[in-house]
């Protein structure tokens, strides 16, 4: 069969990774050549089952498979109906010489993208942070989306004074609060785990520290037992938005994340429906499709996922449910989009 014969001869596909990706997917983290982002977001995996490795791209999810899965992507074929093409590029383009026959494709290969330079977060291992009470400047940043006090505490949300991270090749450095940059925390088991946020931060708005958990999901000790509509929403801000104001709400750590399918049936039995209410910009209007066209996919899915868009322009200051209730307070708009989605049993809003 010479698609085992191509893992075999590519050592479970890695090298057709490297000879797409170059070598330095071999690096524990590595930058996807054919998107714009400069972070390096990729990640291979050595599938010890199946003696095979694959790409997850955590930046975004449409880019996640295996060595045939990559081909297929960038030579912009269906891998199902395309499959026998595929083989060929990759034997081809490796000289493998499991083909006789020549090959002449009809495809069209994507292009590789030259990087936007952004800054990343990595490495950092531990945080000796100075909390302190939540300052009046606090308290107004928070109340521009009526997130009052009681909610900060109910959600274990802390002021930082300052916080000194220590990195895995043993550098360190410091942030400041200060009235031009704020930063706040994150806590998870007891403190023990912490992810910092810095509003408005031109760089590193979000830092990671200690023991968080996996899946990383905001909000879901503060879910009720039962309810009629749980929304999955796209950041911790916006969690906190929403049950200010009776919502029921948790958030991944970022937008591009699947719900693993043991939260999935957990949601299920708790809530009637699961509400994707993403950011209103490509990235969120994209991810949420996605997410709901996958969950409502699988019959204990089906009619019970939906995806609710905003009304909102999509620009940087107006395009998630914070910003929504920061320009206006029609908490019963919300609940009408919701029920109109719902009710006419449309998964994409």
């Known amino acids: 069969m010479e698609r085992k014969r191509i893992l075999e001869k590519t050592s479970g596909g890695l090298d057709v990774f490297t000879h797409y990706l170059g070598d330095g997917c ?7 050549p054919y998107r714009t982002d400069a972070n390096p977001s990729c990640k291979l995996y050595y599938i010890k089952n199946s003696g095979k490795y694959i790409m997850k791209d955590y930046g975004d999810s449409q880019w996640h498979g295996d060595c045939f ?5 960038i030579s912009q074929l269906d891998l199902s109906t395309d499959f026998s093409e595929v083989l060929h590029i990759i034997d081809k383009d ?3 010489l499991i083909f006789d026959d020549s090959f002449t494709g009809s495809y069209q290969a994507l292009e590789k993208q ?6 990343r977060n990595g490495g950092i291992l531990t945080a000796k942070v100075l909390y302190q009470k939540m300052t009046r400047a606090d308290l107004s940043y928070w109340s521009r989306y009526g997130i009052t006090e009681d909610i900060l505490s109910r959600y274990y949300v802390k002021s930082v004074c300052n916080a000194r991270f220590t990195r895995n090749d043993g550098t360190s450095f410091t942030i400041f609060s200060s009235i031009q940059q704020k930063v706040f925390a994150y806590l998870f088991n007891e403190g023990k785990g912490q992810k910092y946020y810095r509003p408005g931060a031109d760089r590193c708005r979000f830092l990671y520290a200690g023991n968080l958990p996996n899946p990383y999901v905001f909000g879901w000790d503060q879910l009720p037992e039962k309810g009629n509509v749980v929304y999955i929403t ?4 916006d969690v906190m938005t929403l049950s200010a104001r009776g919502f029921s709400a948790i958030s991944l750590n970022s937008e591009t994340a699947t719900l693993r399918e043991s939260l999935f049936k957990q949601l299920l039995e708790r809530f009637q429906y699961i509400v994707f209410l993403y950011d209103c910009d490509e990235t969120g209007i994209r991810e949420s499709t996605l997410r709901v066209q996958e969950l409502s996919s699988r ?3 089906n009619g019970r996922v939906f995806r609710v868009q905003l009304p909102l322009s999509g620009s940087k200051t107006e395009k998630d449910i914070s910003d929504y209730f920061r320009m206006k307070s029609d908490v019963g708009e919300i609940v009408r989009l919701t029920h109109d989605c719902i009710s006419n049993k449309y998964n994409i809003a």
């Open 26 to 32: 071999k690096n524990s983290l590595f930058r996807n």
């Open 69 to 73: 899965w990559l081909v297929a992507k």
């Open 94 to 96: 490796l000289n493998l």
């Open 114 to 119: 030259q990087p936007v330079d952004l800054p």
């Open 234 to 237: 796209g950041g911790e801000k």
């Open 299 to 301: 019959p204990e899915g």
